[in-house]
Structures are given as C-alpha cells and as structure tokens.
C-alpha cells in the first residue's frame, strides 16, 4: 500500500513537474535583447505594470514587425481561434465539435475575400501588414516552447499568414453584425402573422428611454384597438421558471462619450470610451503605445495610446495627441434577407433583374482533427449565398456588407495621421470594418459624431424585412458617398454619448437603419450624468463610468412591491422572503452585494418573457428559430401592457 502510495505520488509530482515546464516555456519573454530579422534599426519594448506596453521604433513597419512579435508571445491562441472562426476551420484544431460552427463560417467564404482584401491592398499598407506577420511569426519562435494550449490539443500552430489578420476582422463582423438575417426575418413574421398594427406596437422604432443626440425621444405606439387571439403559450414559456430567468440573466453593452473644451475645466476636450464585448480570457483587447519619429512627410512625431485587436496591426481606438477616438457597436441595419424567387419546374433557378439565372455552387473542404474531411457545398447567388427557407419554404439568400470589397481594409491605420475631426471623418468613412458608432475629439477642444465602416446605398426599401429583388426595383447601389454619411460636429451643448442605442433621427436614422439598437436607458443615464458635471475633468469620467445606479429599474421594483401585497405573499413564505429582500436591502444600485438588483432585474426579464411569448406564439410556431430577444425595443410596450392591462 506505501509502495502504491508512493508511486502516485511521484507520477503526480512528474505530471505536476511536466505542466510546469510547458507552461512556463510558453511564457513571453519579459527582459533581454532578441534578434529579429527584417527590422531597419532596434527596437525598445517596455511593458507598464498597467499591461500598457511601449514600442518606440525608427520606422512603422519595425514597430508594426514589433507588435506583432508582441500579440504573438502574449496572445497567440486567441489569434488562432479568431481567424479558424472566421474562416470556418476550428475543427481542424478541436475536432469534429466545430463542425456546425464551421460550416455556417465557411458559407461566408471568408478566407477567399480575406486573400482579394490583400492583393488589392495600398503598398503603403501592405508593407505594414507584411512586417506585422513576419513579426508575429518571429514571436511563435522565439518562445523556448509553443503555448500550452496546443500541448493540451497535441498539435502545432500553423504560422501566420498575411491574410489571416483580414480574418480577424471579419470574427469581428460575426460579433458585431446579423450574418443570418434573423432580425429581419423576425420582423416579417410579426408584420405577417400579427399585422403591421400590432407589430410595430411590439417592436417599436423606440421609447421615452431614448436620448438621441440628434432629435428626441419616439412616444411608444398606442394599444392596437382590437388584438390578435392569441394561441397558448408554448411549451418554453411554460416550463421557465423565475430561478430559469435569474441564472440566465446577463448585461452587456459599449458606451462612449465626449465633452467639447467649452464645458471643460482645463478647455481640452476629453473622450471617453468603455467597449464591452464578450468576457473572456484573455480579454479581447491589447493595450499599447506605438511611437516611431514622424519621417514620413508630416514631421511631427508619431505617439499613439490605445488598445489594439491582437492579430491587426492598427491601433483600434486611442489617440494620436491630436485626435482621440472611440467605438461602441452602432447597431445598425448591415444586412439583408432576399427572398428568390425561384422557377416553379425549378428551385436552382431564380428571378433577377437582368433574367433567369442558376444557383452557383462552390465545394469547400473542411479539416477535421482526428477524422475524415468534411465536404461543405455553398449555394450562391448574386447577391450573397442562400442561408435558409422562410416558412413559406421559399429560398433566401443573405446581402451582408462583409462580402463586398471594401467591407474589410486596413484603412483605420490612416487614423494615425488625423490632425482634426473633419480629417478623421473622412477616414471613417472609407474604413472597411462592421460600423461602427465613431466618438472623436481633436486637440482644438472639439467633438464629433459619425459611422465608421462602410455603409450600403439601399433603394426601394427600408431593409426592415425579407423582400424579393428580383424585378430590378429594390436593392444595393454601391457604397454611400461619405457627403451622404450622418456627422454631429460641434453639437450646441459641447457633448456626444453614445451607448449601442438610437443616436440620431428622421433622414439619418433612415441611412443607419435599425439592426436591433439598444433601449435607451444606458445612454439617457450617460447624457444626464454628464449634464450634471459642472467643469469636468478626467476624474470626474470615470465617475460616469463607474455609474451603478440602477435607474431603470426603479419603477419595475415599485411595480413588484404593489404586486406582492399582503393578498400575494398570505401562505407563502417564498413571496414574503423574495418581498422582503426586495423592500428592505434595495440600494438603488446594480451593486455586486445586491440580491434585490438581481431580483428586480430578472423579475422584469421574466415578465417580459411571459407576456411577449404569448403575444408572439404564432410567429414562434411558424418559426421556430423566432426569438423574442431580438425585439430590443420592449419596455414601452411591456410596460403599457402590464400597468394598463387590456384583455
């Protein structure tokens, strides 16, 4: 028994032994001199305690050739993973698990438009690209061992590729954009199944949380006269609990902002900005700063602080000392759902403006680690490839600005030489990413407002629902001129927010379109905060930053308190508990400690689920794949309904 006891325990001092070896060789290297081919002169790496790392190089390709080395010893898996999601090739890492997810990447064929991206890159670009790769390639190697997760896979990474930092852009279109067309596919069956009264009463274009920066605030449609029968609720609304509801409960979303020197203490204008994706580890982002002399025409040194996307060479959001910028996801309308219509001897083939024509087809091959190939066939069309059948079994295909040329580019790295808002707009305009709500400010103490990515020229339609293109009346034209695109510059009061909601009205709404944008209560809470600050300073942001009050939810916690009354909680203990934490512990604050934040919260979310699958039965019982979380503009309608209460 000692023997056996023994040997356990020195196997696992052997596997602790091991684990520790391959970890601590993956580790990046932290002080020293390396020798990397292809840089001009030496660079000087310095990391901040912060996670801030400094480069300072004589040229933009050795610092390009730098970072890269950087995201690679820091951040190689995370690279990996984002450019197989994007084009469709996690199983050849992880198996035949990835399948399903690769097949509906691989649809988009992006690796294919990643490739036209660069060939028709400007020099100027490509040859920060090419030391960016060969850099992040040098930072693979230099590791005393490859990083542990591909120990965990038993596999090796494949180098990198110029090609694949394109790819990482486009993960970034999947996070941000509908690259199924399900919001306007929802749509449609509401304005279908319940009537276009009733729908645009349930899916409104906003309510009085809204706070624009440009227009105000949209009053929520009235009550429809007569509604619908509704069918019983399905089996999900059904069988979900309260507990259900609570374990589900998330929060999300980016907010941003800027104060124009007018308003401020020191007359310099600040810009705020807070991007919130997905939690994960490691984080998304990668925070740095590039500063290499300013020998390319302009004279003025170069100094950019910012984070940057590992995997990209650019800068995402930052400043250049003469501009600062900042994202959050505009939520606007980037796709589109085409219905075909198809020959009735014939599905492959389809109505279009110039004639008959027949479905292409592409086969794509995917890798699978530790099994066979798969084989994946691509329909497509001429306006994208076929994503799925409406209820009616009719065939669709998807337009999304990610497959046009254009749609992915290197043109945000054109930032780094911005001197003013009007420079830096005109930059926006022409950058190829998933659009984006831009925030700047420029060291003259101004703001501005504008989209940032490409931006479709829609005719004959609002793109709200799936609709035929068939006879040549509705459709794309281009890309938008960037005279065309909505700006907010210099506003009266000196302040733009920003905060995945509506931010504007009337003719630019209609150029943005809604792609499912945020209620406005984060942003209505940002605008008010900040119109309290009298003078602000950098402090007094992160203040506003730091806002956990929890506003919106106070009237849905009166509303509960009238609802569990003396009646409601006689008999049952777990109504006069679940009262009580509600009525004695409330702060007002969405605070860590808070069960009644949490309470109040996922009570809200599960009045809403109840009432809105009900009302929205029929659309779910057509279409399975219809979700009533892609209706982001709810409260004004749940609202009216639970306190007005018709049959």
Same mark, same amino acid.
């Given at each position: 028994?000692?023997?056996?006891?023994?040997?356990?325990?020195?196997?696992?001092?052997?596997?602790?032994?091991?684990?520790?070896?391959?970890?601590?060789?993956?580790?990046?290297?932290?002080?020293?001199?390396?020798?990397?081919?292809?840089?001009?002169?030496?660079?000087?790496?310095?990391?901040?305690?912060?996670?801030?790392?400094?480069?300072?190089?004589?040229?933009?390709?050795?610092?390009?050739?730098?970072?890269?080395?950087?995201?690679?010893?820091?951040?190689?898996?995370?690279?990996?993973?984002?450019?197989?999601?994007?084009?469709?090739?996690?199983?050849?890492?992880?198996?035949?698990?990835?399948?399903?997810?690769?097949?509906?990447?691989?649809?988009?064929?992006?690796?294919?438009?990643?490739?036209?991206?660069?060939?028709?890159?400007?020099?100027?670009?490509?040859?920060?690209?090419?030391?960016?790769?060969?850099?992040?390639?040098?930072?693979?190697?230099?590791?005393?061992?490859?990083?542990?997760?591909?120990?965990?896979?038993?596999?090796?990474?494949?180098?990198?590729?110029?090609?694949?930092?394109?790819?990482?852009?486009?993960?970034?279109?999947?996070?941000?954009?509908?690259?199924?067309?399900?919001?306007?596919?929802?749509?449609?069956?509401?304005?279908?199944?319940?009537?276009?009264?009733?729908?645009?009463?349930?899916?409104?274009?906003?309510?009085?949380?809204?706070?624009?920066?440009?227009?105000?605030?949209?009053?929520?449609?009235?009550?429809?006269?007569?509604?619908?029968?509704?069918?019983?609720?399905?089996?999900?609304?059904?069988?979900?609990?309260?507990?259900?509801?609570?374990?589900?409960?998330?929060?999300?979303?980016?907010?941003?902002?800027?104060?124009?020197?007018?308003?401020?203490?020191?007359?310099?204008?600040?810009?705020?900005?807070?991007?919130?994706?997905?939690?994960?580890?490691?984080?998304?982002?990668?925070?740095?700063?590039?500063?290499?002399?300013?020998?390319?025409?302009?004279?003025?040194?170069?100094?950019?602080?910012?984070?940057?996307?590992?995997?990209?060479?650019?800068?995402?959001?930052?400043?250049?000392?003469?501009?600062?910028?900042?994202?959050?996801?505009?939520?606007?309308?980037?796709?589109?759902?085409?219905?075909?219509?198809?020959?009735?001897?014939?599905?492959?083939?389809?109505?279009?403006?110039?004639?008959?024509?027949?479905?292409?087809?592409?086969?794509?091959?995917?890798?699978?680690?530790?099994?066979?190939?798969?084989?994946?066939?691509?329909?497509?069309?001429?306006?994208?490839?076929?994503?799925?059948?409406?209820?009616?079994?009719?065939?669709?295909?998807?337009?999304?600005?990610?497959?046009?040329?254009?749609?992915?580019?290197?043109? $945000?790295? %054109? #930032?780094?030489? &911005?001197?003013? *808002? @009007?420079?830096?707009?005109?930059? /926006?305009?022409?950058?190829? !990413?998933?659009?984006?709500?831009?925030?700047?400010?420029?060291?003259?103490?101004?703001?501005?407002?504008?989209?940032?990515?490409?931006?479709?020229?829609?005719?004959?339609?609002?793109?709200?629902?799936?609709?035929?293109?068939?006879?040549?009346?509705?459709?794309?034209?281009?890309?938008?001129?960037?005279?065309?695109?909505?700006?907010?510059?210099?506003?009266?009061?000196?302040?733009?927010?920003?905060?995945?909601?509506?931010?504007?009205?009337?003719?630019?709404?209609?150029?943005?379109?809604?792609?499912?944008?945020?209620?406005?209560?984060?942003?209505?809470?940002?605008?008010?905060?900040?119109?309290?600050?009298?003078?602000?300073?950098?402090?007094?942001?992160?203040?506003?930053?730091?806002?956990?009050?929890?506003?919106?939810?106070?009237?849905?916690?009166?509303? $509960?308190? %009238? #609802?569990?009354? &003396?009646?409601? *909680? @006689?008999?049952?203990?777990?109504? /006069?508990?679940?009262?009580? !934490?509600?009525?004695?512990?409330?702060?007002?604050?969405?605070?860590?400690?808070?069960?009644?934040?949490?309470?109040?919260?996922?009570?809200?979310?599960?009045?809403?689920?109840?009432?809105?699958?009900?009302?929205?039965?029929?659309?779910?019982?057509?279409?399975?794949?219809?979700?009533?979380?892609?209706?982001?503009?709810?409260?004004?309608?749940?609202?009216?309904?639970?306190?007005?209460?018709?049959?």
């Amino acid at each position: 028994m000692v023997i056996v006891l023994a040997v356990v325990v020195l196997s696992g001092l052997v596997v602790t032994a091991w684990s520790y070896r391959v970890v601590t060789n993956s580790l990046p290297i932290l002080d020293g001199t390396v020798v990397v081919e292809g840089l001009a002169d030496s660079v000087t790496i310095e990391r901040e305690a912060n996670g801030v790392r400094t480069i300072s190089g004589q040229k933009r390709s050795d610092v390009a050739r730098a970072l890269g080395f950087l995201h690679a010893q820091d951040r190689f898996f995370q690279m990996d993973l984002l450019r197989r999601q994007a084009a469709g090739e996690l199983s050849e890492l992880v198996g035949a698990a990835a399948l399903e997810a690769d097949r509906t990447s691989r649809t988009h064929r992006f690796r294919h438009r990643a490739q036209q991206a660069v060939a028709g890159m400007p020099k100027a670009h490509h040859a920060v690209l090419a030391a960016y790769t060969e850099g992040v390639n040098a930072g693979l190697a230099a590791l005393d061992g490859k990083p542990f997760e591909y120990f965990l896979l038993q596999t090796d990474p494949s180098p990198w590729v110029e090609e694949d930092s394109t790819l990482v852009l486009y993960a970034m279109y999947f996070v941000l954009n509908d690259a199924t067309g399900r919001r306007d596919s929802d749509r449609g069956l509401l304005d279908e199944i319940l009537g276009a009264e009733m729908a645009s009463f349930l899916a409104p274009l906003g309510t009085q949380w809204d706070a624009p920066v440009q227009g105000e605030a949209l009053e929520t449609p009235p009550i429809p006269g007569s509604t619908p029968v509704v069918p019983a609720a399905s089996a999900a609304s059904n069988d979900r609990t309260l507990a259900d509801t609570l374990e589900a409960s998330g929060l999300a979303g980016s907010n941003n902002w800027a104060v124009a020197g007018s308003r401020t203490a020191h007359g310099r204008a600040i810009m705020a900005n807070d991007m919130h994706l997905g939690m994960m580890v490691p984080n998304t982002w990668y925070r740095a700063r590039l500063v290499w002399p300013g020998n390319d025409g302009c004279g003025q040194q170069h100094d950019l602080t910012g984070v940057t996307l590992p995997g990209s060479p650019a800068i995402t959001a930052g400043s250049n000392t003469r501009v600062a910028w900042g994202f959050t996801n505009s939520q606007g309308d980037w796709s589109d759902l085409v219905v075909l219509e198809t020959a009735p001897d014939d599905e492959e083939r389809y109505l279009t403006p110039g004639g008959w024509l027949t479905v292409g087809r592409i086969t794509e091959t995917i890798g699978v680690s530790n099994d066979e190939p798969v084989t994946l066939e691509i329909e497509e069309t001429i306006w994208g490839p076929i994503v799925d059948r409406d209820p009616q079994g009719r065939r669709r295909a998807i337009r999304w600005i990610a497959h046009d040329p254009g749609g992915a580019n290197l043109d $945000l790295m %054109d #930032l780094e030489h &911005a001197g003013t *808002i @009007e420079e830096a707009f005109e930059i /926006a305009h022409r950058t190829g !990413i998933p659009p984006q709500n831009f925030v700047c400010a420029d060291s003259a103490g101004r703001v501005g407002w504008t989209i940032i990515g490409r931006i479709p020229h829609r005719f004959g339609f609002s793109g709200k629902v799936p609709t035929s293109w068939a006879d040549g009346t509705r459709g794309w034209n281009g890309w938008l001129e960037s005279a065309g695109y909505p700006e907010i510059v210099d506003p009266p009061d000196g302040l733009i927010w920003t905060a995945n909601a509506r931010v504007v009205s009337d003719e630019m709404l209609e150029v943005v379109g809604h792609g499912g944008y945020d209620l406005g209560a984060r942003a209505q809470q940002i605008r008010n905060h900040l119109l309290e600050i009298d003078s602000p300073i950098e402090r007094d942001m992160l203040d506003v930053h730091l806002d956990d009050r929890a506003l919106f939810l106070t009237r849905w916690r009166g509303f $509960l308190l %009238d #609802l569990l009354d &003396a009646e409601a *909680i @006689e008999d049952d203990p777990g109504r /006069a508990e679940f009262r009580k !934490i509600v009525d004695s512990t409330w702060t007002g604050r969405a605070s860590v400690d808070s069960a009644a934040f949490r309470l109040v919260r996922a009570f809200r979310t599960f009045t809403f689920e109840r009432v809105y699958e009900r009302l929205t039965a029929a659309c779910e019982s057509a279409d399975e794949r219809f979700n009533i979380y892609r209706i982001h503009q709810a409260e004004g309608p749940l609202w009216w309904l639970v306190t007005e209460r018709p049959e």
